[in-house]
């Protein structure tokens, strides 16, 4: 990860933080996905929503949000980057979740329900399913 990319996950795992020390998810969740949006002038924003649905084999799941970070987006400016790409953003952003699950302060908050990405006009991706 590049010095920047650290400084983005920083700020990244304090929007993170922030979100789920103040808080409270519903007890029905039973998965969070991160909105991914394409903003003006190479940004991107990042929402995170819960759902009381989850069904691998049907994105729909991820449109049944019980609880979302609303209007507290998190937004990563790619205009230094050399591959300003949706692609490449959601697989930073990916890796970001990832590490966060394993080494956030609340991780486990996360990892105890599957987690989802996508664009909110595209495909939607399960990136972690806790084991049983």
């Not at 996905?33 to 084999?57: H, K, P, T, W």
């Not at 400016?77 to 080494?103: L, P, Q, W």
């Amino acid at each position: 990860m590049t010095e920047n990319h650290s400084e983005i996950y920083s700020s990244f795992a304090d929007w993170l933080d922030n979100l789920l020390e103040n808080n409270d998810m519903p007890v029905d969740t039973k998965a969070f996905n991160f909105n991914l949006y394409e903003e003006d002038n190479n940004v991107y924003g990042v929402q995170l929503i819960a759902s009381d649905r989850f069904d691998v084999s049907d994105d729909e799941w991820a449109c049944c949000e019980i609880w979302s970070s609303e209007e507290d987006v998190f937004f990563v400016d790619t205009s230094d980057e050399d591959d300003k790409t949706r692609e490449t953003f959601e697989k930073f952003v990916n890796d970001m979740i990832s590490y966060y699950i394993r080494r956030g302060a609340y991780g486990d908050v996360l990892g105890f329900v599957p987690v989802g990405i996508g664009f909110v006009d595209g495909d939607l991706n399960i990136i972690f399913i806790p084991e049983n």
